[in-house]
């Protein structure tokens, strides 16, 4: 008996929440708590660990980002003192980032996404800020006030006011401060000249913290096109919006050498999610909305860089839309499932639409959940469980 495959069996047969479709945006959960509503995992502290704000259900020129929300603490098992997330900054002349809806003092930390020759990811200092004014403890950065902004990937981080991201000089590793600041100071800093050139490393005087939001504008939630971008869906009927209609060779899955199919047909233009744990069966379908489009979507197992197809959707066409494709999946909890989808193309241009994606909830088998085998997982399975618990 695994005790894990108990619990993870269920959870799986509790009811699933409808989903409304929060994950393109307006509203970004942390995670990884709301399965569904979020990332897949707690923001980082660094630019390798920050969350990115990506979801399979944008479309290709993203969708808007009103609000990300989250919390610091100073826990007893893992301090969880700053939160970083990488954000797409679209218009800069609008953008706003605020955090007037938090429950305790912020700072928030502006960094801009350098990307080195060997593909590692770095922050860069553009511009903090702790109290918006001298009558509020909440944070407030604007495009206006940033010289120079841009669009393009940046990282924002929160923490509690006090805080202070430290980096290294190109020349001789010396941790520094990246930006010049007295807690309580309503100026909106930039770093100086130096301090610009600092690679982010780690953060000092932090401390404590607790529920935070972060009110956006002029930033979208992007459309999470690759293996390393993929969030979790849970059960529910989610909304995606169109993939664009661009087909780069480099991000095309041959169905082919995949499927094993006898054409020469691939997907376009990809998007990826990670498939919620679950020890049974599940369902998943996408579909269409544009009556003469094809979606067609592969799961696979593994990590990113190391994907192996494990199954293929069976073509069909959907009820008021077009054709698409449908996996049923006897998942191991202890596996990892990654699903790309996206229209499917022959040659030249096929119609590229939104739709949904369809997930349905997983039944999980006995024996490992239902101990004393009444066909339902329920309280009377853990009492026996604990009952034997180390014998």
Excluded at 152 to 160: L, N, S
Excluded at 245 to 268: F, H, M, P, Q, Y
Excluded at 284 to 290: E, F, K, L, N, R
Aim: a negative charge; one cysteine or more.
């Amino acid at each position: 008996m695994r005790c894990t495959a108990l619990i993870v069996a269920m959870l799986c047969v509790l009811p699933a929440l409808a989903q409304d479709g929060e994950l393109a945006g307006p509203i970004w959960g942390e995670g990884p708590q709301d399965n569904g509503t979020g990332g897949t995992k707690d923001a980082g502290a660094t630019a390798t660990t920050a969350q990115e704000v990506s979801s399979p259900l944008a479309p290709a020129s993203g969708s808007t980002l009103a609000r990300v929300k989250g919390r610091t603490s100073s826990g007893l098992l893992q301090p969880d003192l700053v939160d970083l997330y990488e954000i797409s900054i679209t218009t800069p002349g609008s953008f706003l980032a605020s955090t007037a809806d938090s429950s305790f003092d912020t700072a928030i930390f502006l960094f801009r996404q350098i990307v080195g020759n060997d593909g590692v990811v770095e922050a860069r200092a553009i511009a903090m800020n702790d109290n918006a004014s001298s009558s509020t403890t909440s944070s407030r950065l604007t495009g206006e006030e940033i010289p120079g902004l841009t669009a393009g990937t940046y990282y924002i981080a929160v923490t509690k006011s006090g805080a202070m991201p430290i980096g290294f000089k190109t020349n001789d590793n010396e941790a520094l401060p990246m930006f010049t600041y007295s807690p309580g100071s309503t100026a909106v800093v930039l770093p100086t000249t130096t301090q610009a050139t600092y690679t982010h490393a780690d953060w000092s005087n932090l401390n404590g913290g607790g529920e935070y939001g972060i009110q956006f504008n002029g930033t979208v939630v992007t459309r999470s096109s690759a293996c390393s971008r993929a969030i979790i869906l849970g059960a529910g009927v989610y909304s995606f919006g169109n993939a664009g209609t661009s087909d780069s060779s480099s991000s095309r899955i041959g169905l082919k050498v995949t499927c094993g199919e006898n054409t020469s047909a691939w997907i376009a233009n990809p998007s990826w999610f990670i498939l919620g744990a679950c020890d049974g069966t599940v369902q998943i379908s996408v579909c269409p909305s544009t009556t003469n489009a094809t979606y067609q979507m592969v799961v696979y197992e593994g990590c990113c860089g190391n994907l192996e197809p494990v199954a293929c959707g069976t073509l069909g066409a959907c009820s008021g839309g077009g054709t698409g494709s449908t996996v049923i999946l006897n998942q191991d909890p202890c596996k990892t499932y990654y699903v790309a989808f996206g229209a499917r193309r022959v040659s030249g241009e096929s119609p590229t639409s939104g739709g949904t994606i369809t997930i349905i909830s997983c039944t999980p088998s006995a024996p490992d959940a239902d101990i004393n085998g009444d066909g339902i997982v329920d309280g009377n399975d853990l009492a026996l469980l604990l009952s034997q618990w180390g014998t």
